[in-house]
C-alpha cells in the first residue's frame, strides 16, 4: 500500500517527524485546483519510489498550525522532510518527470 | 498555464511512424483545444492534442466558475476542464501530456517536435493559450511560494490578518485587490503610472474599499525577507526615489503573455506576441488555425475560447475537405 497517508496537527510527528524515510508531505487545500492537479503526481511519484520515500496529505483548512509553523503560504507546496526537518520544498504544479528531477537526492 | 516550455524527456509515446501523421494536430488543452477535439473528433478527423506538460489550461488554477452557461450552481475550474477533456476523448481525440518543443510550419505536412520524437500533421490548430506575467525579479523567483503569488484565489487564504501588495493596474489587479481584502488586513496596490487600466466599476469598488490603498508611480524593484517575505523596495517611477513597504505578501498582478515562443518566425505575432488571425481562424500559413486566449486579447474567457475551437475545428476540416486531405463526402454537415 502506497498512497499518501493522511496526517494532521495531531499525527504529524510521529508519521512524519519520527518516520524512518524520508517523507514527501503534500500541503493542500480542497479547494484549490492546482492542488488537485498535483494530488495524482505525488502519488505517482510515491507508488514509483515506494522503496525511497513516504508521501502524505496534510489539509491546510483543517491543520492550520502545521501550515503556520512551516510557513505555508503557497498551495500546493511539497516538503520533503528527512530525520525530523524541512529537506525540500516544492511550490505550485510540476509533472512527474520534473518533480523526481527535483527530488532525485531522495529518490537515488 | 504552460508558460515556460521546457526540454521535453522525448519518451516515445507513438512507436511507428504510421502512428505520426495525423489529419489535425492540435497544440493547447484549455477550452479552445479542447472544444476543437470534441468537433474534429465528432467529424473523424481524429484529432491528436498536445495537452502540454500542465494539461487543461488557465481554468486548472482556478477555483470557482460562476459564469460557464450550463451551470447555474457554478463548478470548479479543474471539475470543468476534467469534463472537457473526458468529452474529448469520448469521441476518438487522443491527448499527449507533453509539451512541444518546436514546429515546422514551412511545408505540408506541418511538423511537430515532442523532444525528438517527430509528428506530421496536414492541419493544425494552436490553441496554447496565455500566462500570467511575472515582475522577473530574481528576488520574485526567490520568495515563490514564500509569501509571493500570482494567483490570489490559490494563496488568498493564506494572508489572514496580514498586510499585503498587489502589483498591477489592470482588471485582474483589481480583482485580485478586492478579492484578497476579505483575507488580508491591508492591501497597498502598487500601480506603476499614476491611473488604472481597469474598468471604472472595479475601479470604484478598489477606491471605496476601506483595506485598499493606492500608490501611483510606484515600481517593485526588490523582495527582502528571511524565510519568508518581509519588505519590498520600492522605486518612484517620476522621481526615481526609493522607499520600502513592509508587507508579508505580493500579488502579481501584471497582465498575461502570450505562449507563442514555440511559433516566432513561423506565424505572424503582433508586438505583444499575440498571434494575428487572418480571416476567422485562419493564418498566414496554410492549414494553421489559431483559437482562444493565444490570439484574443480581448475578452479572454473560457466560453469565448471554446467558442473560438469550435471555429477553428471547422475552419481546419473545410481546409482539409478543400485541399482534397479528406474526402468532400465525408465532411461533416455543420
Known amino acids: 500500500m502506497t498512497a499518501p497517508i493522511t496526517v494532521d496537527d495531531a499525527t504529524f510527528e510521529a508519521e512524519v517527524l519520527n518516520a524512518e524515510k524520508p517523507t514527501l508531505v503534500d500541503f493542500w487545500a480542497p479547494w484549490c485546483g492546482p492542488c488537485r492537479l498535483l494530488s495524482p503526481v505525488v502519488e505517482a511519484v510515491g507508488e514509483a519510489h515506494a522503496d525511497k520515500i513516504a508521501t502524505a496529505k496534510v489539509n491546510t483548512d483543517e491543520n492550520q498550525q502545521l501550515a503556520m509553523r512551516y510557513s505555508i503560504f503557497s498551495i500546493p507546496t511539497l516538503i520533503v522532510f528527512r530525520d525530523g526537518r524541512e529537506a525540500a520544498r516544492l511550490v505550485g504544479y510540476m509533472p512527474q518527470a520534473a518533480m523526481e528531477e527535483r527530488l532525485r537526492e531522495f529518490l537515488a | ?334
Not at chain 2, 476534467?82 to 518543443?101: H, I, M, P, W, Y
Not at chain 2, 524565510?227 to 526609493?242: F, H, P, Q
Not at chain 2, 486579447?297 to 481546409?319: F, K, N
Request: net charge negative; charged share 25%; hydrophobic share 40%.
Open chain 2, 1 to 334: 498555464m504552460t508558460a515556460t516550455i521546457p526540454p521535453s524527456t522525448g519518451t516515445a509515446d507513438a512507436t511507428s511512424t504510421d502512428t505520426r501523421h495525423h489529419k489535425l494536430a492540435i497544440i493547447g488543452s484549455g477550452p479552445a483545444g479542447l472544444t476543437a477535439a470534441i468537433y474534429a473528433a465528432r467529424a473523424n478527423l481524429e484529432p491528436m492534442v498536445f495537452a502540454g506538460n500542465t494539461p487543461l489550461g488557465q481554468l486548472m488554477i482556478t477555483s470557482d466558475v460562476e459564469n460557464y452557461p450550463g451551470f447555474p450552481g457554478g463548478i470548479q475550474g479543474p471539475e470543468l476542464m476534467q469534463l472537457f477533456r473526458d468529452q474529448a476523448e469520448r469521441f476518438g481525440s487522443k491527448l499527449l501530456d507533453k509539451d512541444v518543443t518546436r514546429v515546422d510550419f514551412s511545408q505540408r505536412p506541418h511538423r511537430l517536435w515532442v523532444g525528438d520524437d517527430e509528428y506530421q500533421a496536414d492541419a493544425v490548430i494552436v490553441a496554447t493559450g496565455a500566462s500570467a506575467l511575472w515582475l522577473g525579479l530574481e528576488s520574485e523567483e526567490q520568495f515563490r511560494g514564500r509569501g509571493v503569488s500570482a494567483c490570489a484565489t490559490c494563496d488568498g487564504f493564506f494572508f489572514r490578518d496580514r498586510e499585503i501588495a498587489v502589483v498591477g493596474g489592470g482588471d485582474t489587479a483589481l480583482e485580485e485587490a478586492l478579492f484578497l481584502t476579505r483575507f488580508a488586513s491591508k492591501v497597498t496596490m502598487l500601480v506603476r503610472r499614476e491611473a488604472f487600466r481597469g474598468s471604472k466599476i472595479m475601479q470604484d469598488r478598489a477606491f471605496a474599499h476601506p483595506k485598499v490603498v493606492v500608490r501611483w508611480n510606484t515600481e517593485v524593484t526588490d523582495v527582502r525577507g528571511e524565510m519568508t517575505v518581509n519588505e519590498l523596495g520600492l522605486r518612484d517611477t517620476v522621481t526615481g526615489e526609493a522607499s520600502t513597504l513592509p508587507v508579508q505578501g505580493l500579488f502579481i498582478a501584471i497582465g498575461y503573455k502570450p505562449n507563442t515562443d514555440l511559433f516566432a518566425g513561423q506565424l505572424d505575432l503582433d508586438e505583444r506576441g499575440y498571434c494575428m488571425v487572418d480571416g476567422g481562424t485562419r493564418t498566414k500559413v496554410e492549414g494553421v488555425f489559431v483559437a482562444g486566449d493565444v490570439h484574443d486579447h480581448l475578452y479572454r474567457q473560457a466560453v469565448t475560447a471554446a467558442g473560438d475551437g469550435c471555429r477553428a475545428a471547422i475552419d481546419a476540416e473545410r481546409w482539409l475537405e478543400s485541399v482534397g486531405e479528406i474526402e468532400a463526402s465525408t465532411a461533416t454537415n455543420w
